[in-house]
């Protein structure tokens, strides 16, 4: 499977993008897929955020794998923008109580 490529444009003046990030960063690292992200301050690299046409922060750009996608504005639900990015969040693995080393019981043990 291909490494997916983001890129984040942010705005160093918004009070709002430290958590942005973060919060991103968060939730990249509970997906399945191998997740490369840059962070872009647009303030400090407009020639390449004209080239991407990021016209507003933030910005969420999906480079690779093809198709290039892009979610732009308050981005606020993470997970719901990466879904529109297509990406999903790693399966947890289900343990059936019966599989359980041991044994069968509903989560509460008797000591």
């Known amino acids: 499977?291909?490494?997916v490529h983001l890129a984040f444009f942010v705005s160093r003046f918004s009070r709002h993008t430290p958590r942005r990030i973060e919060a991103l960063q968060e939730a990249l690292s509970q997906l399945d897929e191998?997740?490369?992200l840059d962070v872009f301050y647009i303030e400090d690299r407009p020639p390449l955020a004209e080239q991407e046409r990021v016209y507003v922060t933030p910005t969420l750009l999906r480079l690779a794998p093809a198709p290039r996608e892009r979610v732009v504005g308050w981005l606020e639900d993470?997970?719901?923008t990466l879904e529109a990015?297509?990406?999903r969040k790693k399966e947890s693995p289900l343990v059936s109580p019966s599989s359980s080393p041991e044994g069968p019981h509903n989560g509460f043990r008797a000591d």
């Open 78 to 80: 993470v997970w719901a």
């Open 34 to 36: 191998e997740v490369r």
């Open 1 to 3: 499977m291909a490494q």
């Open 85 to 87: 990015l297509r990406l």
